[in-house]
């Protein structure tokens, strides 16, 4: 019986998705730290004029400052703004504590970003009411925490993320199933989380502003002009959204970059740089027991063209593999003579598992090497012992 | 061109040779049986440029000389679906049309000239080294060794079997680099040193029909081709160019810790254990400790574990050694002794695996594997 009547729910979409974003979570944590910047315009980001903004108070949005905005164009904007470093590290702290209040809570649930959550909620109307239960949910993450936090409750996700973005700041939003419609029809098309810059002007352009006239468009029309980008917006406009509520999502790859300060040539520097780069990148793959199938070198020119090459591989994770195959990647890629803005290297295609030794390529000593690095990683930092061809 | 045969006999020789065929021809024409009649004796001919496989018949009743090639897939599939009958074929040379008849019937085919048909390498004589080995040895070689044989496009010599030819014996290896197996005979001679790498492909052909070999077979050879002379076959194929790597060195010799146990028993708990190892990984433990080795898989992924232990004669330190499952399984399936023995130095070092008790005087099997690197 009970059977029954989870199907038909499912069948009407009679899902309940929570949706909980930490408000302005950088300038929250800071201020937490720092009572002095409470009700002053505050921005977050990288401090050279090369660096974006990653968070920005409210006070600060009113002179037009936005998150990946160049630091540059905020600083002319807003010239009396606190300008802060960030510290990513205290950010991720708090972040998992408040994942850890949820998890204790919650029966399933998605951490989307380092500030958003995602909570399937469906069913518990019957035992506690969903709204209420969001509610202590949130009282309860504000008085633990001491973070602002927002959230929207609707039929699923992306509902619930607009009613969140409605909802802000320091809000709550409800939005039932037969108040879907309604709540969407009379909103900007701008605020469908697909909808960026582009999308936004082309969609400008065809004379659509509101997501009311936007779901009225044919959908055949929309994928004519869009691709099936196009259907997936027109079923965001009409509240349609089937994706689940993912409990855990693993890491397809591992990547880091480098953006430089200042355009640079200096070929061997950056090789030594990446040297740096693939022995971090490995050693974590080690840690966490994954081995890569690919490599990808990328390059941005200081006009801002990108270039990457990829090469797949046997399964490794020793470093003077990845190594050989990064550097001979690079020097096969930079072929422009011009500078260098960013130099990245990523390690896809991950497997579970440990290396298998190869008798005629790997020596014992290196992999008794590898094992002793690592057990000196473990205890005393990643950075504890490091390769000197990474080095001056 | 004119002659009769039986068609059981003719299909089972038509099914040996047709395995050289390959699927994907570069030349439409090898997708054809090369038929040639000289006096009582009818030779089938099929090949994929590197190898060719030649079978011979003695027919009563042929008349005329000649050759034509004909379509491989027609013919076998009509072939298959007769019972044991005589078949007359009739074979025009100008006109290519090949008819078979039956008691009850006639099949039309149309053939291609067998001159078009390419030319089979020969042995240089000058170059040309030649050896008598016995169908049971070359036999046993092919079987031991063929499962470690590599897949490498980079590497092709690791794709075949290194088959040494010295005074004293003759040896075949295999290695992918993570298994390798090296498998001696001393009852097979050559009278000067040489050795040439036979690619898979004609390794799998031979191990097929030398099992229904009973005399000597003759192998020639020089640098680039050799030659197999079977009583009912010949095959010439081309060997792997390059040099092997040199395998010896990376036999350890220094392998304090010395582990013997059944082999049906290691094999089986190793089939049951290694259904919870991470299917990507295969990785399964081996805890080495007095007489008893406890062998354990995980896969976090899902949450599941085993491990069960096993009684052993274990004489060395305490260690903790991983290996790929599926390696450890193909090399167990491998041998026949009822023990085995395995060899270790340290996690990081090959193991051995040889076989507790000699069980032919005249052979002398080693297998190696490499281990996982696992990090406590």
Known sequence: MIFLQENSEMEYGNRSVLHLDLDTFFVSVERLHNRSLEGKPVIIGGLSDRGVVAGCSYE?????VHSAMPMKMARLLCSEALFIRGDMERYTRHSEEVTHLIAERAPLYEKASIDEHYIDVSGMDRFFGCLRWSRELRETIIRKTGLPISFGLSVNKTVSKIATGEAKPNGIRNVPGERVQPFLDPLSIRKIPMIGEKTFRLLRSMGISTIAILRQMPPEMMEKVMGKNGTDIWKKANGIDNSPVVAFSERKSLSTERTFERDSIDIPAMERLLVRMVEKLAFEMRIRQRLTSCVTVKIRYANFDTHTLQKRIPYTSFDHILTDVTLALFRQLYRRRIRIRLVGVRFSHLVQGVQQLNMFDDRPEAAGLYLAMDRLRRRYGPDAVRRASGWK | MKFVVSSTDLLGHLQAVSRVISSKNSLPILDNFLFSLQDHSLEITASDLESTLITVMNLENATDTGSIAIPAKILIDTLKEF???????????????????????KFTIVGQKGSDFPQIPVIKKEQKSELTLSPDLLLSGISKTIFATADDELRPVMNGILMEMTPEHVTFVASDAHKLVRYRRTDGKAETGSSFILPKKPAALLKNILSRQEEDVKVEFDERNAYFGLSQYRLICRLVEGNYPSYNSVIPTNNPNKLIVNRQQFYNTLKRVSVYSNQASNLVKLQLTGN????????????????????????????????????????????????????LSDPTRAGIIVPAQTEVEEEDVLMLLMPMMINN
């Open chain 1, 60 to 64: 600060a949005r009113r002179f037009g």
């Open chain 2, 83 to 105: 019972p044991e009958l005589p078949l007359t074929f009739e074979i025009n040379l100008s006109t290519l049309s090949v008819v078979i008849s039956s008691e009850n019937g």
């Open chain 2, 292 to 343: 008893q080795m406890t062998i354990s898989a995980q896969d976090i992924d899902f949450s599941i574990s085993a491990y069960e232990r096993l009684q052993c004669q274990y004489e060395g330190d305490e260690m903790e050694i991983g290996f790929k499952s599926v390696f450890l399984i193909e090399i167990l399936s491998n041998l026949s002794s009822e023990e085995v023995s395995l060899e």
